[in-house]
């Protein structure tokens, strides 16, 4: 079993203690208010935004900044230049939690991707009731049929969906579903190896007005160049920020990149 298949093991678990408050979550989604808006947030004409992480730990990496206080975190990336955030809610393979997110949503004013493993409609209301601008839906661990009801419902409830992609038959189905925000993971989730190259080589498969996010192995500024001058939107970024003694002082390293517009072939 690969490292993947063993999160969405667990998480399969998690899913059925939470369906069983699947009633409560709807009642609460009545009383929430509208979310912030992700997708506008990674759309600027003239440069690459940063999405920025909170993450403590991760199976590839392992521990990455354990004792991070998210707050802090989140608003030191948001002075810094961050377009928006992803937080980590996993708890048992990541470190973070929902908690996480709620406390960040209460001081800062960037919209917030939950970066997690959703695999069930009850995890998306249980997103947009935490405070929730945007979810990930993971290509290789859902059906068609689920990536195209699970994005209509996270937009139905105003939130993004971030959908993501590691391979040309991913890019291809996410683009079949409906995807307006494609992510492609640099990272292969069943091995954790990373290479920029799976962007570069993708991206002329992705048509220009659908928003184009590059996600994991971004270390430096020339790395957000690079992917600028190929037409990525934004860039996610994790670890290379949370190892750093000052994570704002990497934002604004890696902020400021310009980017050209794509075309498809």
Known sequence: MNILEKIIETKSLEVDNLK??????????EK????RDFLRSLMSDDLVGVIAEVKRRSPGAGAIRPKLNPVSLATDYESSGAVALSILTDTKYFGGSLKDLREVRDFVGLPILRKDFIIDESQ???????????ILLIISVLD????????????????????????LSEVERGLSVGASLLGINNRNLKTFDTNLKTTIDLIREIP?????????????????????????????VGESLLRKDDPGEGVRNLSGQDKRGRSVG
């Open 144 to 167: 068609d049929e689920q990536l195209r009801d699970y994005r209509e419902m996270a937009e139905g409830l105003g939130m993004a969906a971030l959908i993501e992609a590691h391979d």
């Open 32 to 35: 929430v208010s509208p979310p």
């Open 124 to 134: 998306i209301y249980e997103s947009f009731v935490s405070g929730a601008d945007a």
């Open 208 to 236: 220009p007005e659908v928003v184009l996010v590059s996600e994991s192995g971004v270390h430096s500024k020339e790395d957000v160049s690079m992917l600028g001058e190929a037409g990525v939107d934004a860039v996610l």
């Open 20 to 29: 069983r408050h699947f009633k409560k979550l709807l009642l609460e989604s």
